[in-house]
């Protein structure tokens, strides 16, 4: 087999991972064939989609992953990565002028390979644009503008400013524009230090790393021909989709026309990384060394785990899990106390955290010295934990509880972070609603699982999205009661966005939004509500809540099984990515097949709201007892 960019990117995480793969010295010389590299690609692409696949907590800037896990069943998004393939290459010669040889011209995209040290390195790339006195090697990512474009930086209280300038559809660096003053938006050293986040592989310098590897492959093959002068015409660019596009709804047999926004936004933008790619190249050289010498050895001895690993990153080792971090406790691992990214200080003042913890042996949550245990969240956790206790803080709850509104509108949509937009108003990743499950608690505990739940599905991929906002605004009432959900800033996000864009429905939707509650609040805590209740800053900050089962989580798959015997895994669809797939779907299924899956959609999402009353319901019975001489802080076997 050849090294291909893919192969480079992990051979290079660590020692570890070439020894693993069981790479044959004598395949490293062979030809790979497209389809072949393509298959290998695939892979890489799902994990771009999922990238895109967070949504941003828009009061706490948490995210919250939406997709499980990365497997085939992702596959059902490949329809729309060919999409952002198909419009980037269209773009790029509206953009960059010339033509471009891209993904749909597949017999034909362009190769590049080199040999060295016994070894061939190959790539093809993404779009080949060549115009009269230029060729543009542009790689396209599946995911937005909007992460560079935050790259800010600002003089002390001063407005902040990206460090891309965006000219023509192409972004480029300030400081490489000819007489850009930098220093009248920013210090030039905030600039630098903004700068330098990308060339950090592992996080956001990634998919500049993955180019700069093409780069690196490209010149060595002109280099190895003699032909070197060529390269002087050559310009890298990543190209990604605009997060500021918003589709006019113009469509032709059914289909999204991507044409200009009305503020003359390309769907796809470009990124100019040709001297990034360039201050990359060093960097290359030393990592091509580095796989080499893996390659020689083939060493599958222990090695420490670290940011290479991709712990918890759609872009992180296949190898992680079942091999290197296997030693991480499922449950109640040292990785589990809240909160803790900061980790803990030692004796020595030090500080200690992530998956450094792990490999100085510090496994489990009871590991950690208690002398490091310093927040009392933290020694609740372990107290729960080491004498099989739950905490409760009752006063917490039932004054909780007592700033729910009734009816209470317990409330889940299901979403399709689709990559491209789909209907009008919409744009890249938003998360576009098309399901909801509701169930209305009139009363204290009075609400039926049947009776009181109302169920909105989408029947087709076609624009629904007015019909579920009469059907929202037909059952919930938004002069009175409570909007209720876990993690209620997504639902709150979501009915803000469909405020925006019927603005028909806006006053309604809006009064809505106004009237979340959220069920973390109840179960784990807000400190600024319980601050207004009356209770002191620790106790307003500490958890309402906590049981050893929880292992650190206050996810409902964590919470449910604590309150309730209510199951997902005998149920058809039993997550949220099995509901993204299953619609995405649709028009591949049979009519038997439809009518199945269609039920299925429904009895789950029905599930997640049902799963809020119970819990509701259980918190209830929890406090309800509760008198003046009883305790208010309670920790019980």
């Known amino acids: 087999m050849a090294i291909t960019k893919t192969n480079f990117i992990n051979f290079t995480r660590c ?31 799902l994990k771009e989609l999922a990238d895109g696949m967070l949504e941003i907590n828009e009061e706490t800037g948490e995210e919250t992953d939406l997709v499980d896990k990365i497997d085939r069943q992702l596959e059902a998004m490949m329809d729309y990565y060919k999409i952002v393939e198909k419009e980037a290459g269209r773009i790029s010669e509206t953009t960059f002028g010339g033509k471009s040889i891209y993904a749909e011209k597949t017999k034909d995209q362009e190769c590049f390979d080199f040999s060295m040290h016994g070894i061939r390195y190959m790539c093809y790339v ?43 559809n192409i972004n480029y660096l300030k400081g490489e524009l000819e007489g850009y003053n930098i220093e009248t938006e920013m210090p030039l050293k905030k600039y630098e230090q903004k700068k330098a986040t990308l060339f950090d592989r592992f996080r956001l310098g990634r998919y500049v790393y993955d180019l700069a590897i093409q780069r690196y492959f490209i010149e060595h093959e002109y280099k190895s021909t003699h032909t070197e002068e060529k390269l002087k015409h050559f310009h890298y660019y990543l190209g990604v989709l605009n997060a500021e596009y918003i589709f006019d709804g113009t469509y032709e047999d059914g289909k999204p026309i991507y044409k200009k926004d009305e503020n003359e936004n390309e769907l796809i933008t470009f990124f100019d990384m040709t001297k990034v790619t360039e201050e990359y190249q060093e960097c290359i050289d030393r990592d091509r060394e580095k796989l080499e010498r893996y390659l020689h050895d083939l060493d599958v001895s222990s090695y420490p785990l670290g940011e290479y690993c991709g712990n918890k990153s759609k872009g992180g080792c296949k190898y992680f899990n079942p091999i290197c971090g296997k030693k991480i406790p499922s449950k109640n691992s040292s990785l589990n106390y809240i909160n803790n990214a900061a980790g803990f200080v030692r004796e020595d003042g030090t500080r200690i955290k992530g998956l450094e913890l792990i490999n100085e042996g510090y496994l489990r949550m009871l590991d950690i010295p208690e002398t490091w245990i310093t927040k009392r969240k933290h020694e609740l956790q372990r107290e729960c934990l080491e004498f099989d206790k739950v905490y409760v803080d009752k006063e917490k709850i039932a004054m909780g509880l007592k700033q729910i509104e009734y009816p209470i509108y317990h409330l889940d949509f299901e979403t399709m972070p689709c990559p491209v937009p789909r209907y009008k108003g919409e744009w890249p990743y938003i998360q576009s609603p098309f399901e909801f499950s509701l169930h209305i608690e009139r009363e204290p505990g009075v609400c039926d699982k049947e009776k009181d739940n109302i ?39 979501r009915i803000k966005e469909l405020a925006k864009m019927f603005p028909q429905y806006r006053e309604p939707l809006m009064k809505l939004y106004e009237r979340g509650f959220d069920l973390l609040w109840l179960v784990n805590t807000n400190k ?40 997902y895994d005998n149920l058809v669809v039993k997550n949220g990515t099995e509901a993204i797939v299953e619609y995405a779907n649709y028009e591949k299924m049979s009519k038997e097949e439809y009518a199945l899956k269609y039920q299925a ?37």
């Open 15 to 45: 020692p570890r991972y070439a020894g693993l793969e069981e790479i044959k010295k004598e395949k490293l010389e062979a030809d790979i064939s497209l389809d072949k590299y393509k298959e290998e690609e695939k892979l890489e692409q």
């Open 528 to 567: 600024k509500m319980y601050e207004e209740l009356g209770f002191d800053e620790e106790r307003a900050a500490t958890f309402n809540f906590y049981d050893k089962r929880l292992s650190g989580s206050f996810s409902i798959k964590k919470t449910l099984p604590v309150f309730s015997d209510l199951r």
């Open 126 to 168: 993404d779009i080949y644009n060549e115009s009269e006195d230029h060729i543009h090697i542009i790689e396209v990512k599946a995911t937005t503008s909007k992460k560079y474009m935050e790259m800010v930086g600002n003089h002390p209280k001063g407005e902040k400013y990206s460090i891309w300038e965006r000219i023509n």
């Open 455 to 493: 169920v909105f599905l989408a029947k087709t991929h076609a624009d629904e999205r007015e019909e579920m906002i009469k059907a929202m605004l037909q059952h919930m009432d938004p002069d009175k009661g409570t909007l209720f959900a876990q993690n209620v800033p997504f639902e709150k996000g």
């Open 601 to 637: 959609l429904i009895i789950y999402c029905q599930q997640d709201t049902w799963a809020m009353v119970e819990i509701v319901k259980a918190l209830r019975e929890l406090v309800k007892d509760m008198s003046k001489n009883d305790e208010k802080v309670v920790m019980f076997t």
